[in-house]
């Protein structure tokens, strides 16, 4: 079996996407030798398209069929469209499976540099100890190994450093960062927020986005221009491509391996340490070992975990760093299926096909089962909503001819919003290796197994009646509002299946995200994540692996590891 040839790695990073990226360069700038694997092809500005009209495109943007061809499951999500759908793993070479009765759609799934930081929603929220700790408050589940204060440093550096805007709103459930200057709302959005403020005492704010607002890092501010999920020639939202790589692969001290699959951990059963991985060159299909001291795998949650189900040994029959047996079990994501819009006046706004478009609007803190207020009776835990108004033209205007154009341009202004709630750890939502199917590279892949539970249900019906009420509150008009199951099952913030714990009968990780099991092993996703607070999960998923990073290197100096 051919050995990548090399310069003796430190570390091995697995994936270059949210995590993996700060993971080389916290590393890499300190000094490590660091080998990056990454399935994807090196992602470029030349990519990028955000500025290019649909009307140059060969199918206009209006391909979804030839699409779903390909990548029948990352199409359902309108991020992998005309523009970037080659970003995305062919569904077909690269599939998983679910029980008949648990449809799960597994979207995002990225093969470029950057991972889904290339195209993701860029909501950017601390969690708080209302989030490290609920188990203690409301008896469910466990609490994470570490607090608000172990982290909070490392949201610090994390949000200087990606550049989040914001508004800081002095709430104890969801901390302030350290914000560059928020992104002014709308009209309807001041309306909204004031109104939901005076009558229902609920909090809504602008998105606190990882987009610039001022330089940063040679990084131009946002020009408004909308889509970011294209990339972003100014660099103003935040990819790991053009931010942490690019910081790790200018030390000098990291090597990018792309369209590497990683497939297996290398063990020393004598020593009982990782000692590098077995990948396959995507292009070539051999497959190839590398080597090196400690091994950090980044490559989003069930990759990673399906990653360690597949290096099983005779020592670890069940999976590797699973002595507990947990592994693979807790998935948790958001549920997202309750919500609603509503119409207001324009203000005098102008519907238009080429203005600006703001990329982010606003978003409404939690206001469910807070500290210091009773607990509310129908659900544990909590959801938060993101939204956003819109200015358009009166499409379904009625009439033909003069009377038709004069009334399309009668503005139609409305304001939706979205909730994101909290699921909560269950053991029968759990991935495990099917038996019966392999990718084209010959590795097995996952079977997913994840349905709502009662508290989900009652969560989505809250989270559609309460977006009524709000709706209700600011005077909106025409208001719809929805609250549905949410199957096929489908979320883009997955996380659980080797949670962290003080227990190793019960846990994965330690605290530093350290498998148990073995020393050298890493896991720096949201595999390790505890819970799923209702908050997005990046920042906490960067601010907590740069801190396990600084602990690696701790340990690598004093010959711990
Ligand atoms: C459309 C969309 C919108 C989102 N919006 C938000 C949001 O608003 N806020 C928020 O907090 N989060 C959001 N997310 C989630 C966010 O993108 C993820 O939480 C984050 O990127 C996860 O980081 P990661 O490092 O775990 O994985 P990723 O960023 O996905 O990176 C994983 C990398 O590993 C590589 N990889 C996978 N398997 C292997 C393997 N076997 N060998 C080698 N490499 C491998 C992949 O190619 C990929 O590049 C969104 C996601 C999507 C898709
Ligand atoms: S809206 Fe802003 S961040 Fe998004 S692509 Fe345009 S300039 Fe970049």
Known sequence: ???????????????SGASGGWACKRLAEAGLKVALLEAGRPQSDKNFTEHKPEFELEYRNKTTELIRKTRPIQVKFGVCNEYTYDWFVNDLEEPYTTPADKPFNWMGRLRMTGGRTNVWGRVSLRFSDWDFKSASQDGY????PLSYKDIEPYYDLVEKY?????????LEHLPDGQFQPPVPLTCQETLFRNRVKEKLGRIVMPTRSANLTKPLNGRGPCHFCGPCERGCVTHSYFNSAFTTV???????????????????VLMDPERNRARGILYVERNTRQTREIHARAVILCAQSQESVRILLNSATPQY???????????????????????????????GAKPSLGGPVKPLGIYIARFRNLPNTPSYKKFLRGFGYEGE?????????????????????EPRASLDITGFGEVLPRWDNFVELD???????????????MSDGENERAMIQDMGDSAGEMLEAAGAKNIRTYAHPSAPRWALH???????????????????????????????????FTSNPCQNPTLTIMALCVRSCDYLMSELKRNAI
């Open 1 to 15: 079996m051919p050995q990548q040839k090399n310069h003796s790695f430190d570390v091995i990073v697995v994936g």
């Open 141 to 144: 589940g466990e609490d994470w």
């Open 162 to 170: 990606v550049g989040i805007t914001g508004s800081a709103e002095g």
């Open 246 to 264: 690019a910081d790790a692969l200018a030390s000098g001290n990291c090597t990018l391996i792309s369209n590497a699959m990683a497939c297996k």
């Open 317 to 347: 029959s069940n999976g590797l760093a699973n002595s507990s047996g947990v592994l693979g079990h807790y998935l948790t994501a958001h549920v997202r299926s309750g919500g609603g819009s509503g119409e207001f006046p324009a203000f």
């Open 389 to 409: 108004s819109s200015t358009e033209f009166n499409w379904n205007a009625p009439g033909l001819g003069e009377s038709y154009k004069k009334a399309l341009l």
């Open 435 to 449: 038996p019966h199917v392999k990718d084209v590279y010959g590795i097995p892949v996952l079977k997913i197994h």
């Open 494 to 528: 997955e996380a659980g299946m080797a949670r962290m714990g003080v227990d190793p009968q019960k846990s994965v990780l330690n605290q530093f995200q350290q498998t148990h099991d073995m020393k050298n092993l890493f896991v720096m996703d949201a595999s390790g």
